[in-house]
């Protein structure tokens, strides 16, 4: 919380999340906004790569506009 009070965007990727309540939680209480925005999955660690390139990356981009 001290760092989203001081303006600090906080994005999530969530690797193989298959428990509903913990990805409730990175959503909702680690991620800067609730909205999806923020948030993310990547099926795998393999996915993560193309997730952080193609979604993620693209999301702090237009954030930043």
């Known amino acids: 919380d001290n760092a989203k009070a001081k303006g600090v ?26 909205t999806n925005d ?8 393999i996915n993560l790569r193309d997730v952080l390139n193609n979604e ?3 999301g702090i981009t237009n954030s930043c506009l």
């Open 9 to 34: 965007e906080i994005f999530v990727v969530g690797v193989d999340i298959t428990d509903l309540d913990l990805k409730n939680f990175l959503i909702n209480d680690i991620a800067t906004t609730s």
């Open 38 to 45: 923020h948030y993310f999955d990547a099926s795998d660690f």
């Open 56 to 58: 993620v990356f693209s």
